[in-house]
């Protein structure tokens, strides 16, 4: 995939997308645009598809749980498409790290994204964002931080994103609606490494109730993408939660299987 962080040939791929749908040409599947440049698997491909789709308001950008610059959902956008934004992280060592890769990268080195240590809660969400001079209308919100993901995303109103993309946890199902607990020191491996997080529904659910729908999910269906409802409707349709169960291999099939049977006694929360 090193040919896919050249940025020309991103940018002929953006174009054909796109005049694609102004041409009203049949569009590829969403699943069929997906590659990795820097994210975990497939959603830098996505994300490029989507774009190319509604368009760019002001390239800004919000990461949660940023972690690090490979396996993440905006580094290509920061490095490869002009984008710029706060990363939270909740790691010092993590921080530092990341500052060092976007200091050093050509296409970041003179403005790079802010990049601050943060244990981000319901509480403080919206507090860290004001303090950063974060609000309004931004293009994408990333979350993943294998916590309380759900209630995070729930108390957000400073910023209203176009696109968002979270996390589910997929070995709960299509059809169970649960999250965890909501704590502000939630740690998932106080009880155990998979009790974390919520589920596909649960995610769906409250994306419909901020004004988005799902549109998109990562080839292993936990990464989900959210359109905010007035972003081109007819190119992005809504897809099921189901449909983020289209590729499941016997392997991937059972170790959900193993995941769900781990952590079903704990104390899931229905919404």
């Known amino acids: 995939m090193e040919h896919l962080n050249n940025q020309a040939v991103q940018r002929q791929l953006f174009t054909q997308y796109r005049c694609a749908a102004q041409s009203g040409l049949q569009l590829p599947h969403y699943s069929e645009a997906g590659f990795r440049v820097f994210s975990q698997c497939d959603e830098d491909g996505i994300l490029l598809y989507i774009y190319s789709l509604i368009g760019f308001a002001n390239r800004l950008l919000l990461d949660i749980a940023f972690a690090g610059p490979y396996g993440a959902n905006t580094t290509n956008l920061l490095c490869n ?9 909740g790691s010092a060592a993590g921080v530092e790290a990341s500052r060092q890769f976007f200091a050093a ?35 994408l919100f990333s979350l993943d931080v294998d916590g309380v993901d759900y209630w995070l995303w729930k108390s957000l109103t400073v910023v209203q994103p176009r696109v968002v993309v979270v996390e589910a946890c997929a070995y709960m199902g299509a059809e169970l609606s649960v999250t965890v607990p909501y704590r502000p020191d939630f740690n998932r491996f106080d009880l155990h490494e998979w009790f974390c997080g919520a589920s596909i529904q649960a995610f769906v659910k409250l994306a419909r109730e901020k004004g988005y729908r799902l549109v998109a999910a990562n080839r292993l269906g936990f990464n989900l993408f959210f359109v905010r409802n007035d972003l081109a ?19 991937l099939r059972l170790r959900r299987q193993e995941r769900l049977k781990s952590v079903s006694g704990f104390g899931w929360v229905e919404v």
């Open 233 to 251: 409707p007819a190119l992005l349709p809504e897809i099921s939660a189901q449909d983020c169960f289209r590729f499941e291999p016997e392997p």
């Open 81 to 89: 498409w002009g984008f710029h934004g706060l990363l939270l992280e």
């Open 105 to 139: 990268h050509p296409d970041t080195a003179l403005l790079p994204p802010s990049i601050e240590c943060a244990w981000v809660t319901a509480e403080n969400i919206n507090q860290i964002l004001w303090q950063h001079k974060l609000s309004g209308e931004i293009d």
